[in-house]
């Protein structure tokens, strides 16, 4: 009877100790997780209270932010090192910002030494600031191929001014892109005539899908051109289904995809229970890898 109860208890020692070093793993695998948020997604509350609610977003676990509130050289009415200081003191990094200046709806009329003048102080701020991304999120919807060709060429030489900053300037889809005009999408047409060195496209795989377009197609279609991701779903991450959020994540390699940014734009709860449910979706999805979002 005491070799069998000794055998037992050796047993459950194992047992327990396996089960204690898995739990570990797992908490270890999801504390390496980077996973950012875009501000935009909590809009209301940050306008009422800026240090509560990135509070409130750090202690969710996010690990960075990417800004939604650039203008006149500075984010959410801060200097830029400011607002570096306010997202550090919650232990969360600057990663990228949102920002742009269209061009006049008759190109030709643009008063490009304005132009150039307003990317010059957005690009300083954004340098001041410790961002890595420069993001423009919208554009009108162009006309005629010409009117889209003049904003490829606009893109490249923003891309050129960011590149000498240190900062790399991205573009972030709706779902119009994936429009035709004159025959052509405008979404492949951006990617085919926008330096890879100059300008990398921030997929919003939820408007991309909205659009009828398939994200991982896109990928191997253009691979390494997408350095940032949009994961985005109808609301909170993973509840509409229409989203297939492990395939995307499966081909980030493909993708060239750096860091993933969450945005929920519209809710079933209250803004930061959304997004903490949308951060919880990841940390717990066994398709989202660690720090190194391509291994």
């Not at 959410?76 to 550090?88: Q, R, S």
């Not at 990094?93 to 009329?109: A, F, Y």
């Not at 790399?168 to 979404?187: K, L, T």
């Not at 297939?244 to 493909?254: E, K």
Request: a negative charge; hydrophobic letters at 35%; aromatic letters at 14%.
């Amino acid at each position: 009877m005491r070799k069998q109860f000794l055998f037992l208890m050796a047993v459950f020692a194992l047992a327990s100790s396996s089960c204690c070093s898995q739990g570990s793993k797992s908490d270890a695998e999801k504390q390496n997780k980077k996973i950012y948020l875009q501000l935009y997604s909590v809009r209301d509350d940050i306008n009422a209270d800026f240090k509560g609610t990135i509070q409130k977003v750090a202690e969710i676990g996010y690990t960075g932010v990417e800004a939604a509130g650039y203008a006149d050289g500075k984010f959410y009415g801060l200097e830029p090192e400011a607002f570096k200081k306010e997202i550090e003191a919650t232990g969360m990094t600057v990663l990228s910002s949102h920002t742009g200046r269209p061009l006049d709806q008759e190109v030709s009329k643009t008063n490009w030494e304005e132009v150039w003048k307003w990317w010059d102080q957005a690009i300083a701020a954004h340098k001041a600031a410790g961002m890595k991304y420069i993001v423009t999120a919208w554009i009108p919807t162009p006309k005629t191929l010409t009117d889209l060709q003049s904003y490829c060429d606009y893109f490249n030489q923003i891309g050129e001014k960011c590149n000498a900053a240190g900062i790399s300037f991205g573009y972030h889809n709706h779902n119009f892109e994936f429009q035709d005009i004159e025959g052509q999408r405008m979404y492949d047409y951006m990617l085919k005539n926008t330096d890879p060195s100059k300008v990398f496209f921030q997929m919003d795989v939820y408007w991309a899908i909205r659009g009828g377009a398939a994200p991982v197609e896109y990928f191997e279609t253009y691979p390494g051109r997408f350095k940032l991701l949009h994961i985005k779903d109808e609301k909170e991450l993973g509840q509409s289904g229409m989203v297939g959020f492990d395939a995307i994540f499966r081909n980030l390699a493909t993708a060239g995809t750096e860091y993933a940014v969450v945005e929920v734009e519209r809710y079933s709860y209250t803004p930061v229970e959304s997004v903490k449910l949308s951060y919880d979706y990841l940390i717990d999805s066994p398709f989202v890898k660690g720090e190194d979002l391509n291994k």
